[in-house]
């Protein structure tokens, strides 16, 4: 049994801050978490866990730093590491002048495999440890990813992009390939250790109705899978989308008449909804992944998080890289809290720190295994240094035992030089910093 200590200022939430107020912060000034087998053991005071723990098990001395769950990234485009700081396109022009030509390149599974390689290190430097990630058209790609993240042990959501029209020849399917290589993806990895399938038809314009009729035949065929595309992001694309589905009622009709809005379904962006797609959302319990530094890149708009909230929509917070900019959660909350302050709404960092954890893996369904220091979950966990560098340090000289004020700090002023390291499955994952 491979058991480890790790000791350091715990923060963890039992609750959204914001409705539970104070008994949804779980805060131990001097913690300890005991994992063993990928597994958290035991959390609590560390002179208590420290009586009960192996003493043999070898301890990691985060003093001074906070460790919380690892952080989750509701969306993001694991073939567009090369396409972020693309300049000056809004998100049609965007994807055929960049995009397109660089998931071309993930027909070679050499190219693919490196990539996936990069992009798993990279998101664990940043402190995420799960994702919900878009691969490209060909099924090479999303092999490729599953293949890097089991070697991992991480726990990841991915799956192949359905596309066939609109967009090159080199990339797009056809609605029977499509579903079969995606029913071929989801046998070999659904379920997998700690993978799952996320059905992907990127979105309505670049399929056509035989397509999406296909992933929703798979999306009923294989309800464990989870959903994946985009939603009412930019005002062309939805002028676009009203064009080619002049049957639907609006555009998130296009995907509901398909069965692909439900509870595992996850709608990047969601900028420009009517109050019936809200309806809709809410009663179906579709999710909407805000993703502010691409929102603003790409001039797309700023999402109403309040209106959303009220309405009973799961929101999950995410970076969307290549359209957006920053694969740091911390920068992306910094983003969208200024996108809600553009829209007079708050967002206090207690709430921040909620979403990237727990929030997220709720709005994702995988609360029972991750987003929280408990016992029985998944250890995937991030050590931060709130003074990792001398602007950090000098600010965090005025913030006196404030921990909101700290927090607040570490994701205005912090990235991936505020991850001392990360844990996927109890392992470290970057070297201490
Ligand atoms: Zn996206």
């Known amino acids: 049994m491979s058991a480890r200590l790790l000791l350091g200022r715990v923060l963890s939430f039992r609750d959204a801050p914001r409705e539970a107020g104070e008994r949804a912060v779980r805060y131990i000034e001097r913690g300890a978490v005991w994992i063993a087998d990928g597994r958290i053991v035991e959390v609590g005071e560390a002179a208590d866990v420290l009586t009960r723990a192996p003493a043999d098990a070898p301890r990691d001395d985060h003093s001074g730093k906070l460790l919380l769950p690892g952080f989750i990234d509701a969306h993001i485009h694991y073939p567009q590491t090369r396409v972020v700081g693309s300049y000056g396109a809004q998100l049609l022009d965007w994807l ?48 490729a990813f599953f293949a890097a993240s089991e070697s991992r042990g991480a726990r990841m959501i991915a799956g192949k992009v359905m596309m066939d029209r609109n967009a090159p020849s080199a990339l797009t399917d056809t609605p029977q390939r499509g579903y079969d290589e995606s029913k071929a993806l989801i046998a070999r990895w659904h379920g997998k250790g700690r993978l799952d399938y996320a059905i992907t038809p990127r979105f309505a314009i670049t399929s056509t109705p035989e397509q999406l009729e296909a992933a929703g035949a798979l999306a009923k065929e294989f309800p464990g899978c989870f959903v994946q595309t985009h939603l009412s992001e930019n005002d062309a694309e939805i002028a676009l989308t009203r064009e080619l589905y002049p049957q639907a009622r609006d555009y998130l009709d296009v995907y509901d008449r398909y069965g692909l809005l439900g509870p595992k379904s996850v709608f990047g962006h969601c900028i420009h909804l009517s109050d019936a797609e809200v309806a809709t959302m809410a009663a179906k319990r579709g999710v909407a992944a805000f993703c502010p530094t691409s929102n603003l890149f790409l001039g797309s708009g700023l999402f109403n998080e309040k209106r959303l909230q009220e309405a009973g929509v799961p929101v999950a917070l995410a970076t969307d890289i290549g359209g957006g900019t920053s694969y740091s959660l911390l920068q992306t909350a910094a983003e969208a809290y200024k996108v809600l302050q553009m829209n007079r709404q708050s967002w206090p960092a207690l709430q921040a720190f909620y979403q990237l954890t727990l929030g997220n893996a709720r709005a994702l369904g995988l609360d029972d295994r991750i987003g929280a220091l408990e016992p029985g979950r998944e250890a995937d966990i991030v050590a931060l240094n709130s003074r990792a560098t001398p602007a950090m340090a000098h600010r965090m000289e005025a913030v006196r035992g404030d921990l909101a004020e700290e927090l607040f700090v570490l994701m205005t002023m912090g990235d991936d030089r505020a991850v001392a390291q990360t844990y996927v499955a109890g392992t470290p994952a970057k070297a201490s910093a």
Do not use: I, W
Request: proline letters at 4%; charged letters at 25%; a negative charge.
């Open 96 to 143: 055929n002048k960049y995009t397109f030509v660089e998931e071309q390149k993930f027909a070679d599974p050499a190219h693919a495999a490196a990539v996936a390689e990069f992009f798993l290190d990279e998101l664990f430097r940043q402190g995420t440890t799960t994702a919900m990630v878009y691969c490209t058209v060909r099924p090479e790609s999303a092999e």
